[in-house]
């Protein structure tokens, strides 16, 4: 019965107010009920692989009704995919002196470099061609065959609120969720270490623009396929009422994609900016699953393909498995419910789209 109530306020949450593969939060100290606080879910080795914000890592194969412990001796701070494998940066004691990258192959987990930590904390740990990624406040580090280099970042980055973090063969994108107090996007040279915030305000209101650093949380960074030098991110945020939309990052130029109104979105009601009604679709999740890219919205799952419109379907039912929502529904990404938004926002559980 109590699983069931879960389900339903999921789904109630979800429909009426509603983090490449990496989302990111720092570890916290654990609390009662924390387990359905997930800050990474990503799929490899068969089955999905959900990330605590105390740290703790569990899975679940699909088909299955059990969410199983991962048996990392030490609390994950970040898990990201590279090549098909899960692998997790880990750290024994606090204050971390030093962390250590760690990956899953046949059923068990190896060490594969140590890197000091130098009283950085981490924001997100992502993966590229040949190499592994660690981006703290402080620095952004390579990791090759187990040896670890780092240049230092021009600014430092709150790293409570990256959300989400994407990487290209030049830059690393990273996304910031401050909820009520926007976030925006940060761009970050692989090679000098610069940061750049990308954004595209007007001079129409206080939330102007198709992303506003002071006003729009960035929820998802990924490629899009039919504009391989561009891309795509998802912005969303509720508090109260929702807001957000699907934009392009092409270089230093920002373009809107699409938004969706929410609701009642009759003339006589208030403008946020431009032609955006007041109440629009939040999204909270942005992943490439082919040549199509794929947002989980407030009020379903989005499927763009570059033509005007995308093709929408309802949220699936989502069942509860060691205290955590999820869908095997789809045949192409898992869908998983956090309420970890519950601390930026007034969101309630939120769904993430996870690749398979």
């Known amino acids: 019965m109590r699983s069931q109530k879960m389900i339903?306020?999921?789904?109630?949450?979800?429909?009426?107010?509603?983090?490449?593969?990496?989302?990111?939060?720092?570890?916290?100290?654990?609390?009662?009920?924390?387990?359905?606080?997930?800050?990474?879910?990503?799929?490899?080795?068969?089955?999905?692989?959900?990330?605590?914000?105390?740290?703790d890592l569990s899975s679940i194969v699909p088909g299955e009704?059990?969410?199983?412990?991962?048996?990392?001796?030490?609390?994950?701070?970040?898990?990201?995919?590279?090549?098909?494998?899960?692998?997790?940066?880990?750290?024994?004691?606090?204050?971390?002196?030093?962390?250590?990258?760690?990956?899953?192959?046949?059923?068990?987990?190896?060490a594969d470099a140590t890197i000091p930590s130098l009283?950085?904390?981490?924001?997100?740990?992502?993966?590229?061609?040949?190499?592994?990624?660690?981006?703290?406040?402080?620095?952004?580090?390579?990791?090759?065959?187990?040896?670890?280099?780092?240049?230092?970042?021009?600014?430092?980055?709150?790293?409570?609120?990256?959300?989400?973090?994407?990487?290209?063969v030049d830059h690393v994108f990273v996304g910031i969720n401050a909820g009520e107090w926007g976030g925006g996007l940060r761009r970050i040279d692989r090679r000098t270490g610069k940061v750049t915030v990308i954004e595209k305000n007007s001079m129409g209101g206080l939330c102007g623009g198709p992303l506003n650093t002071s006003c729009d949380p960035v929820n998802g960074i990924a490629d899009e396929p039919w504009r391989p030098d561009c891309v795509a991110i998802a912005i969303g945020l509720v508090h109260f009422?929702?807001?957000?939309?699907?934009?392009?990052?092409?270089?230093?130029?920002?373009?809107?994609?699409?938004?969706?109104?929410?609701?009642?979105?009759?003339?006589?009601?208030?403008?946020?900016?431009?032609?955006?009604p007041f109440k629009t679709v939040a999204f909270f999740s942005l992943v490439r699953a082919g040549n199509e890219l794929m947002a989980a919205g407030i009020d379903g799952?989005?499927?763009?393909?570059?033509?005007a419109k995308p093709k929408v379907i309802p949220l699936p039912k989502f069942e509860v498995i060691g205290q955590v929502g999820v869908s095997f529904d789809l045949p192409d990404v898992v869908l998983v419910l956090t309420a970890i938004n519950q601390r930026r926002s007034m969101s309630g559980n939120i769904p993430l789209l996870v690749p398979r």
């Open 8 to 55: 339903r306020w999921g789904r109630i949450v979800v429909a009426a107010t509603v983090l490449s593969s990496c989302v990111s939060s720092a570890v916290e100290q654990r609390r009662p009920g924390q387990d359905n606080f997930v800050s990474r879910a990503v799929f490899a080795s068969g089955r999905l692989w959900l990330l605590s914000d105390a740290g």
């Open 65 to 110: 009704k059990v969410r199983a412990d991962a048996g990392l001796r030490e609390p994950a701070l970040d898990v990201c995919v590279s090549n098909g494998q899960i692998k997790a940066l880990t750290c024994a004691n606090k204050p971390c002196k030093e962390w250590t990258l760690r990956t899953w192959t046949d059923g068990r987990w190896s």
């Open 241 to 276: 009422s929702p807001h957000g939309r699907i934009v392009e990052v092409c270089k230093d130029e920002v373009r809107r994609i699409y938004f969706k109104a929410f609701g009642d979105s009759s003339p006589r009601k208030k403008q946020r900016q431009g032609d955006e």
């Open 119 to 168: 009283g950085d904390h981490v924001a997100a740990l992502n993966s590229a061609p040949g190499r592994d990624i660690v981006v703290t406040d402080r620095r952004l580090v390579d990791i090759v065959g187990g040896m670890a280099t780092s240049v230092a970042l021009s600014e430092i980055l709150k790293t409570g609120a990256v959300t989400s973090i994407h990487a290209t």
């Open 301 to 307: 799952v989005y499927r763009f393909d570059g033509s």
